[in-house]
């Protein structure tokens, strides 16, 4: 019983992580109408800003704080998401207001290529360490209940609070705001939200700049726990099936779907993977979302898909 707990909770803080990079989906979904697949790209080069800044602002102004280096990292990363955002809406979704969504979709992809090209261009290609401090020593967790304990890596605890602090902070600012409010009239029709004074532009800066401090975040956490490396733009390919089997336009849903997937993976790659020889975890989310599509077109929370004719 203490193996599988321990395996679980495991899953549970993957979980989180998913959910985290999962939001970014979501938001850009609900304010645009389109997979975002500029997710993973924009997850990696926070994490690469976040970086390659904090080694960089000590040489530059001189001093030896890491705590001083990774907040003056972590304020110029966010800016660079925030300038991205600007630039994205201006450049790029302010000209295919209306368009079809395969159009938007091609648009995110080639975004993703952009950034993933110019952010390598910039602060380098090769793998790079973000040390923001969170202790990397196990505990062990109800020793007085299991024999033994529960093995469970601190760093994962703090990383799992911190995503999961900000997931329900996210979720409670876009359900019960002004902001959130509008998000939801212009995912519904972009040009009625604009003839009721909506300023869809600001909207989607809005957006694109909340996507790119999830991925910041995200990026932070798994750049600390793996470091950053090309790999890391495939994070998003992980958060894919999560925003399906929640539903693409579903916050609560990418949260829920995040923790089934997690820890799905987890208890499968244990308990099934040495039978049919492992592998289990790299698949299991996408098996997963085929099965519940077959049930629930519009996945776990999606809103009911209706055809008009």
Known sequence: MGFFLETTIGGLMSGVLYSLVALGFVLIFKAGGVSNFAQGAMVLSAALAMARFSEWFPHWLGFDSKLLANALAFVAAMALMVVAAWMIERLVLSKLVNQEGITLLMATLGIAYFMDGSGQTI??????????????????????????????????????????????GLSIFFQYTATGRALRAVADDHQAAQSIGIPLNRIWVIVWSVAGFTALVAGIIWGSKLGVQFSLSLVALKALPVVILGGLTSVPGAIIGGLIIGVGEKLSEVYIGSQIGGGI?????????????????????????????
Not at 127 to 133: S, W
Not at 160 to 166: D, E, S, V
Not at 281 to 307: A, C, M, N, S, T
């Open 123 to 168: 602060f380098g290609s090769d793998i790079y360490k973000i040390d923001i401090g969170l202790p990397k020593d196990p505990v062990f967790l109800f020793e007085s209940v299991f024999q033994g304990g529960v093995l469970v890596n601190k760093e994962d605890l703090f990383a799992a609070g911190i995503a999961a602090a900000l997931v329900v």
């Open 281 to 309: 975890e790299i698949w299991f989310g996408y098996v997963l979302v085929l099965f519940v599509l077959l049930v629930r077109p519009q996945g776990l929370f999606g809103e009911k898909i209706i055809d008009r004719v």
